[in-house]
């Protein structure tokens, strides 16, 4: 069958900060389709000059879109457009497994994948080419008339037998990203998340057992990206990249064997770090240039009740120890926790300042759909525009906090933030230029978005 697979655009504010990177995911959908023997056509509308012109759908058997809870009008405007051809339409991703009635109501929708669908997806096609029951396909929910049938959830699947992404199928040149100066593309080592923070819906998309692929067969994926690509830097986008230890120096020593001149990023835990001082010395041996912490808050209540584990003394660390190995820290705060006051968030804004990281990325809490704090607060929920749940906007009614006045905190925090020295400014600078933006333009386009 012919397949057509669709990214959404991005959030505007991703437009305007100039950052894109490869939709790994649908890639690796993508892959195991062609090794399925079906034919497949990717069109990314989040990479520059991308567009999705009717002879792509016309020549499509089948339309796939994922979608994201910001990007979920943006996907379905994609499905009509697809369904008045009367091509079938299947949607993924977290917002339409959690949202499906929704997703269902528009009418342009006929089948969802539910989580992982590198097997949900060609076994779906297997059914429809050979006319058979698909609701005999585990991990879909489909529309029945006015009824919708969610068939039983797919087995966890075995990262390890994935094909690779199918890099192939879009110009990786195209996206604009970078670290240390380098363009950067993304890398998936593992799949699950044991922490299932309650504004994360990770660990309810992708299930709380933690499957990592091998030393071996990462550095495999790095030696294509590295001698068939070309990239000298690349960012591991898994969960909780450093989960293990043991494999992390595997693939450090791995990257140092083969000589490589790699620079990369990656996700990681505070209580992870501090507990791993010589993970992280092979890890800068290695090429390690920015290590992205979910620091989140100031606050110990407001770490227990989000769910972290961790503790602000923790936070403190981690940034001292990735310093003192000359890796760059970008930290993540969230403010507006429902125990919070503005007197809670300043102290997170302290914290950010005093911490004094390479970067900071401030945003408000936000209840997407599949969290736990979605059903703990969702007659709450004044707002559900979800290009609004960006993390720059408030969309509920918060307990203690004025919403126009913690828009203006948020405001506040990137403000107190970059302009704590003229040596942070410049590094801003920097940064930002990474993405072809200002500080002054970041500024106006978060009040323009909050007010």
Same mark, same amino acid.
């Given at each position: 069958?012919?397949?057509?697979?669709?990214?959404?655009?991005?959030?505007?504010?991703?437009?305007?900060?100039?950052?894109?990177?490869?939709?790994?995911?649908?890639?690796?959908?993508?892959?195991?389709?062609?090794?399925?023997?079906?034919?497949?056509?990717?069109?990314?509308?989040?990479?520059?000059?991308?567009?999705?012109?009717?002879?792509?759908?016309?020549?499509?058997?089948?339309?796939?879109?994922?979608? +994201?809870?910001?990007?979920?009008?943006?996907?379905?405007?994609?499905?009509?457009?697809?369904?008045?051809?009367?091509?079938?339409?299947?949607?993924?991703?977290?917002?339409?497994?959690?949202? %499906?009635?929704?997703?269902?109501?528009?009418?342009?929708?006929?089948?969802?994948?539910?989580?992982?669908?590198?097997?949900?997806?060609?076994?779906?096609?297997?059914?429809?080419?050979?006319?058979?029951?698909?609701?005999?396909?585990?991990?879909?929910?489909?529309?029945?008339?006015?009824?919708?049938?969610?068939?039983?959830?797919?087995?966890?699947?075995?990262?390890?037998?994935?094909? #690779?992404?199918?890099?192939?199928?879009?110009?990786?040149?195209?996206?604009?990203?970078?670290?240390?100066?380098?363009?950067? /593309?993304?890398?998936?080592?593992?799949?699950?998340?044991?922490? %299932?923070?309650?504004?994360?819906?990770?660990?309810? #998309?992708?299930?709380?057992? @933690?499957?990592?692929?091998?030393?071996?067969?990462?550095?495999?994926?790095?030696?294509?990206?590295?001698?068939?690509?070309?990239?000298?830097?690349?960012?591991?986008?898994?969960?909780?990249?450093?989960? +293990?230890?043991?494999?992390?120096?595997? $693939?450090? =020593?791995? $990257?140092?064997?083969?000589?490589?001149?790699?620079? @990369? @990023?990656?996700?990681?835990?505070?209580? /992870?770090?501090?507990?791993?001082?010589?993970?992280?010395?092979?890890?800068?041996?290695?090429?390690?240039? /920015?290590?992205?912490?979910?620091?989140?808050?100031?606050?110990?209540?407001?770490?227990?009740?989000?769910?972290?584990?961790?503790?602000? /003394?923790?936070?403190?660390?981690?940034? =001292?120890?990735?310093?003192?190995?000359? $890796?760059?820290?970008?930290?993540?705060?969230? $403010?507006?926790?429902?125990?919070?006051?503005?007197?809670?968030?300043?102290?997170?804004?302290?914290?950010?300042?005093?911490?004094?990281?390479?970067?900071?990325?401030?945003?408000?809490?936000?209840?997407?759909?599949?969290?736990?704090?979605?059903?703990?607060?969702?007659?709450?929920?004044?707002?559900?525009?979800?290009?609004?749940? +960006?993390?720059?906007?408030?969309?509920?009614?918060?307990?203690?906090?004025?919403?126009?006045?913690?828009?203006?905190?948020?405001?506040?925090? #990137?403000?107190?933030?970059?302009?704590?020295?003229?040596? %942070?400014?410049?590094?801003?600078?920097?940064?930002?230029?990474?993405?072809?933006?200002?500080?002054?333009?970041?500024?106006?386009?978060? @009040?323009?978005?909050?007010?």
């Amino acid at each position: 069958m012919n397949v057509l697979l669709v990214n959404p655009q991005s959030s505007s504010v991703f437009n305007t900060f100039g950052l894109s990177l490869p939709p790994v995911g649908l890639l690796y959908i993508a892959a195991s389709l062609e090794q399925a023997g079906h034919t497949v056509v990717v069109r990314d509308l989040a990479a520059e000059d991308e567009r999705l012109d009717d002879g792509d759908i016309r020549r499509a058997d089948l339309v796939g879109i994922s979608a +994201d809870t910001t990007r979920a009008a943006k996907a379905l405007s994609i499905a009509r457009r697809v369904s008045a051809t009367g091509r079938p339409v299947v949607m993924g991703g977290p917002h339409p497994q959690f949202m %499906a009635a929704d997703i269902f109501a528009s009418g342009c929708v006929d089948y969802i994948v539910k989580g992982e669908g590198e097997l949900v997806f060609p076994n779906l096609l297997s059914a429809l080419r050979n006319r058979d029951n698909v609701a005999s396909v585990k991990g879909l929910i489909i529309r029945d008339g006015r009824h919708l049938i969610e068939t039983p959830a797919a087995d966890p699947l075995d990262v390890e037998t994935l094909p #690779f992404p199918a890099r192939h199928l879009v110009d990786l040149y195209r996206y604009r990203a970078s670290t240390a100066g380098r363009p950067i /593309t993304p890398i998936v080592t593992s799949r699950g998340c044991p922490s %299932a923070c309650h504004f994360c819906s990770s660990s309810s #998309f992708f299930g709380r057992g @933690w499957r990592s692929r091998s030393a071996g067969s990462v550095l495999a994926e790095l030696d294509e990206l590295y001698n068939r690509y070309g990239f000298r830097a690349v960012c591991f986008m898994d969960d909780n990249f450093t989960l +293990d230890p043991k494999r992390i120096e595997q $693939i450090a =020593d791995g $990257i140092i064997d083969r000589g490589y001149d790699l620079k @990369w @990023w990656n996700f990681s835990r505070v209580d /992870t770090i501090v507990r791993n001082p010589v993970m992280v010395a092979r890890m800068a041996a290695a090429g390690s240039a /920015t290590v992205y912490l979910g620091i989140e808050s100031g606050n110990e209540e407001t770490l227990n009740s989000l769910g972290k584990n961790s503790t602000a /003394t923790e936070a403190s660390q981690a940034v =001292d120890i990735l310093r003192q190995n000359g $890796i760059e820290s970008y930290a993540s705060y969230i $403010i507006g926790n429902l125990n919070e006051t503005a007197a809670s968030v300043e102290k997170t804004i302290e914290m950010a300042v005093r911490l004094n990281t390479n970067i900071a990325q401030f945003s408000i809490l936000t209840p997407y759909p599949g969290t736990k704090l979605y059903e703990q607060i969702k007659d709450r929920i004044f707002c559900r525009r979800w290009k609004f749940y +960006d993390g720059l906007h408030i969309v509920f009614r918060h307990p203690l906090i004025n919403r126009h006045y913690l828009q203006i905190l948020l405001v506040k925090a #990137f403000v107190r933030f970059y302009r704590r020295s003229q040596e %942070a400014t410049q590094g801003f600078k920097q940064a930002a230029g990474r993405g072809r933006i200002t500080c002054r333009k970041m500024v106006l386009c978060a @009040w323009d978005l909050f007010f």
